[in-house]
Nanobody, 125 residues
């Protein structure tokens, strides 16, 4: 079993930055790829970014490329999502997820085995 706990969400003005963290426990952190997804009110959950086990391969949604950066610290069992130049349309609940079956990062929600509870990000205009 794996537990994922997100933190770092909050309210920020458009153009601002936030860094989300996701702390993992329960299994060897370096044995799974990690992803971030988000769900805005009234919308389906969507892919944001993902990172391979080693951290050498990344994958981003087109809507966040150049603004968001995913990274991981395997020594701290933590994955991060640095979000810059935030826009009101980035407002959503952000979830981290762990994928044990693939080495490379996936954009597909159903590829992920464990999920956190989510953290709210609100960007005001």
């Amino acid at each position: 079993q794996v537990q994922l706990v997100e933190s770092g969400g909050g309210l920020v003005q458009a153009g601002g930055s936030l860094r989300l963290s996701c702390a993992a426990s329960g299994r060897t952190f370096s044995s799974y790829a990690m992803g971030w997804f988000r769900q805005a009110p009234g919308k389906e959950r969507e892919f944001v970014a993902a990172l391979s086990r080693s951290g050498s391969n990344t994958n981003y949604a087109d809507s966040v490329k150049g603004r968001f950066t995913i990274s991981r610290d395997n020594a701290k069992n933590t994955v991060y999502l640095q979000m810059n130049s935030l826009k009101p349309e980035d407002t959503a609940v952000y979830y981290c997820a762990a994928d044990f079956r693939r080495v490379l990062p996936s954009q597909i929600e159903y590829d992920y085995d464990y999920w956190g509870q989510g953290t709210q990000v609100t960007v005001s205009s």
